[in-house]
């Protein structure tokens, strides 16, 4: 297992510098940041070369991301427009993500998981076909409708929750909000499960474990839930930092100040420090999750060992 971490640990630096070379450059060519910062009003040359020369912007290309590399390594993600660092941004607006996040991941694992195991142990019944029709619908909508729908309904029209979150963003804020952005990757968990359990349940292990005599609960828990949440674990663990970079709307709609909500200003200001910062934490989120979620699969299914 050891060697396995280490190598993976080893792949992660190319994936990591080609990611974010990609999203710098991509960045970079969006628009004039200068111009962004200058306001409706154009800058002058001699302030347009000033900020040119303060922020690293009259390098060449690969020498400002060399720099900013380097600067990452140590810790420092350059400084926004404002004067304000990347870094401290980043202290305020990610506790406030990580949060939201683990409301829907939550959501994910006891809500999707639960109707994918009732429904893949019921498959063709009227439970089965309402929850798979529930499911379409969800997937169907985008997340912004289903999110001012239910900010009008539980929060303007019956009052149960405020239609947008404090600073503080407590968990209990952070439900509905929560229950919006994990909506279709709900829906996709609940068939996936259930996919995965109607298919292992006719699997000869499972016939094995029945004719043995074994309690149906330990047959479901032990043998084949066990074996049918590995495609499960792998979409949950690539949907962490999905979650995280695709909160915009979300955030937006119940006025999260949280990585989302930092990203848009960005784009809207072409503040490349602050968007490059925000995306390469990122980039190390999507890393160890699929990690974690291929360390995971050695916990859930004896057989594959790593060497």
Request: glycine residues 10%.
């Amino acid at each position: 297992m050891g060697r396995y971490v280490a190598r993976r640990l080893l792949q992660m630096i190319p994936v990591f510098i080609g990611a974010t070379l990609l999203i710098f450059l991509m960045v970079n060519v969006m628009g004039d940041p200068i111009a962004g910062l200058c306001g409706e009003r154009a800058c002058d040359p001699a302030t347009a070369a000033q900020l040119k020369r303060e922020f690293g912007l009259d390098q060449p290309l690969w020498r400002q991301y060399v720099t900013y590399m380097g600067n990452v390594f140590t810790g420092n993600f350059g400084t926004a427009f404002n004067g304000q660092p990347v870094t401290e941004l980043m202290a305020a607006a990610f506790p406030v993500t990580i949060r939201l996040t683990i409301v829907a991941i939550a959501f994910e694992i006891v809500i999707g998981i639960a109707l994918g195991v009732v429904t893949g142990l019921r498959r063709g019944h009227p439970v089965d076909t309402g929850v798979l029709l529930a499911t379409l619908v969800v997937i169907s909508v985008p997340t912004f409708v289903t999110g001012l729908l239910l900010q009008l309904l539980l929060g303007v029209a019956w009052g149960w929750i405020k239609p947008s979150v404090s600073p503080a963003a407590t968990f209990g804020e952070l439900i509905v909000p929560g229950l919006v952005l994990a909506s279709v990757s709900l829906a996709y968990v609940t068939r996936l499960t259930r996919t995965t359990i109607a298919e292992n349940k006719r699997a000869d292990y499972v016939r094995t474990a029945t004719a043995k005599g074994l309690p149906r609960r330990r047959v479901v828990t032990r043998h084949l839930l066990r074996n049918s949440l590995i495609p499960v674990v792998t979409f949950i663990g690539t949907d962490i930092g999905a979650l995280m970079g695709g909160a915009i709307v979300t955030e937006r709609i119940f006025n999260i100040h949280g990585v989302g909500y930092q990203l848009y200003q960005g784009i809207l200001r072409q503040n490349t420090q602050t968007v490059v910062g925000f995306v390469t934490v990122l980039v190390l989120v999507f890393l160890f999750a699929n990690l974690l979620v291929d360390l995971l699969y050695a916990v859930l299914d004896p057989r594959i060992r790593y060497a």
